[in-house]
């Protein structure tokens, strides 16, 4: 009879749709942080299987800006044990303004409160049977847990041995909530690997030398590129490269779909001549867009050279937003157009004519002057005129075919490829404000304001705060 009455409520469906809680849900508050160890949250793991050592629990803490966690291996759970864990992380970080932790004796003591008001470490405590107040670190207990679980197999009296390569795992990997890995935002760059290490390493001489923010390995440079490309348009900058200045919504603009702006093709130009005249004792130069755009509309050259000492002179053109490119061969009396959907014979002309011109303007002698093209791959879609032109431009420098891939796949490695050396290749922006890339602001005396979360600093005036307000995090960083 028993086995009858459960089927037939487990058949009946007013019983099987009416199992909501009567109980009213409580509101769920979030914990509100503004910056690297304002708070932490403290908690035990174990007791676990004994190991040779003698280790039998885990103290966890975890920083609830950065995410950083740190795990001490214990004996017991003894209150001057777990006062010695706060101890060596105060060591090796600095102390917090505030620990969380659940109504244990093991951190409910006298002990704990006299170190906490020598080192003004305020306290808080979870409310009884309710670990959600602390779910950060509770959630990283189960973690933790399973990480180990995986690693010691048929040895769990082993898991301390373990302990140290769990946590280097999840220091470095990317979190969901805050988009970075707790490395990259409490040293500013990704970790590097043993893999990544080669085998003869040897110590650079300069290896003490600052570096700032932007200054990234390869793999935390792409990953900063695809953050720019999936996050907001934000007006910070980012990297120098001679001149020009890149902000954060000027690498947004190099993602799939998008159209290069300005600065990121003459940035790349910049570089690209750069690394040409460093092997070649004729010189090449590039006119930036913006008067090279103005050259094409036939208005008067203001940029400053001597065509008889240069070997090409490269101008990229931006009309009605298409990229097209121009290369002046004074040696060879011609001029050469390449437009990435195809050149159209009045274009041709129109090339012969304004490169004509320019040249006559900077006084060279211009018997006759011819305009041509290459063979070269044309763009599929309707936004990748940029990548294109500076691909071109690379290529007609390096004397290789302007023929390459024109698959979406590659086209957006290209794209990555151009965004990751302008970050690669900048100056070093430390003694620069973030938001105007200047070094001094407009007024008389240059105040600065500091990023909570990262080493970034801004004119006070540019981002309208004064030297006064305590805290303040950049665009960048903010939640």
């Known amino acids: 009879m028993s086995q009858d009455i459960d089927t037939w409520v487990a058949q009946c469906v007013p019983c099987q749709a009416s199992r909501s809680s009567v109980k009213e849900q409580s509101e769920i508050i979030p914990i509100v942080v503004k910056q690297p160890f304002e708070l ?27 995410k950083w966690p740190q795990a001490y291996p214990l004996k017991t759970k003894a209150a001057r044990e777990v006062a010695d864990c706060l101890l060596k992380f105060v060591h090796q970080f600095e102390a917090p303004k505030r620990v969380l932790t659940d109504q244990g004796k093991e951190f409910v003591n006298k002990l704990n409160s006299n170190i906490c008001k020598v080192l003004n470490i305020k306290r808080s405590l979870c409310a009884p049977y309710h670990p959600q107040t602390n779910g950060l670190v509770e959630r990283m207990n189960a973690t933790i847990q399973r990480s180990l679980c995986k690693l010691v197999k048929d040895k769990p009296n082993e898991w301390d041995r373990h302990l140290d390569a769990v946590m280097f795992g999840l220091r470095t990997k990317r979190q969901v909530t805050t988009k ?16 990544e290490i080669p085998d003869h390493y040897q110590i650079d001489k300069n290896v003490e030398d600052t570096m700032s923010v ?42 799939p779909t998008q159209h290069f702006e300005s600065e990121v093709m003459n940035a790349y130009m910049y570089l690209l001549v750069q690394k040409y005249n460093k092997d070649s004792t004729k010189k090449a130069v590039c006119i930036d867009s913006y008067e090279m755009s103005d ?87 309707g936004s990748s005129c940029g990548p294109f032109v500076l691909k071109f431009a690379e290529c ?56 909570d979360v990262c080493p970034r600093w801004f004119h006070c005036n540019c981002v309208q705060r004064s030297r006064k307000n305590k805290h303040f995090i950049c665009a960048v960083c903010e939640p």
């Open 40 to 66: 932490l949250g403290m908690d035990l793991i174990g007791k676990l299987t004994p190991t040779e050592n003698g280790n039998q629990y885990i103290c966890v803490i975890i920083d609830y800006m950065t």
């Open 180 to 195: 970075y890995s707790p490395y990259f935002l409490m040293f500013g760059r990704e970790a590097r690997y043993p893999s």
């Open 214 to 255: 932007e200054q990234l390995t390869e793999s935390a440079i792409a990953m900063s590129v695809k953050a720019a490309w999936e996050g907001k348009s934000l007006y910070v900058l980012i990297s120098k490269i001679g001149p020009f200045k890149l902000f954060y919504s000027d690498i947004h603009q190099t993602a």
């Open 295 to 381: 050259i094409w509309k036939h208005k008067k050259a203001k940029v400053n050279m001597d065509p008889n000492k240069c070997r090409y002179i490269f101008g990229v053109i931006n009309e009605n937003h298409h990229w097209t490119l121009t290369v002046m061969i004074p040696q060879e009396n011609r001029a050469l157009f390449l437009d990435p959907l195809g050149e159209s014979t009045t274009d041709i002309q129109r090339c012969q004519n304004v490169t004509r011109s320019f040249m006559i303007q900077k006084g060279y002698n211009v018997p006759k002057w011819a305009c041509g093209t290459l063979p070269h791959s044309c763009q599929q879609d």
């Open 396 to 451: 007609f420098l390096n004397n290789e075919p302007l023929l390459f891939s024109t698959s979406g796949k590659s086209v957006a490695a290209l794209r990555m490829t151009i965004a990751a050396c302008v970050l690669q290749n900048t100056a070093n922006l430390k003694d620069l404000c973030h938001l105007c890339g200047d070094k001094n602001s407009s007024k008389k005396v240059t105040n600065w304001i500091g990023c």
